[in-house]
């Protein structure tokens, strides 16, 4: 269970998801929200590209 809030990914969330293996809705609502933010920059992209990569890979099961 995730005990940070944070609007964005940190590297300690992106952690606990891979820790926990599990990608939940409110992760992904903040994956998408930082895709939107046109102010993103290349350490958090480079946190979701990590993400996306743990889900094509099987490492991370989303979760509904």
Request: charged share 30%; proline share 0%; aromatic share 4%.
């Amino acid at each position: 269970m995730q005990t940070k809030t944070s609007k964005f990914l940190t590297k300690e969330i992106v952690d606990q998801i891979f820790v926990s293996g599990e990608l939940t809705r409110a992760d992904r609502q903040r994956i998408q929200s930082m895709l939107l933010d046109e102010s993103i920059g290349e350490h958090e992209l480079s946190l979701v590209e990590r993400v996306m990569e743990g889900v094509v890979k099987g490492i991370l099961d989303v979760m509904n």
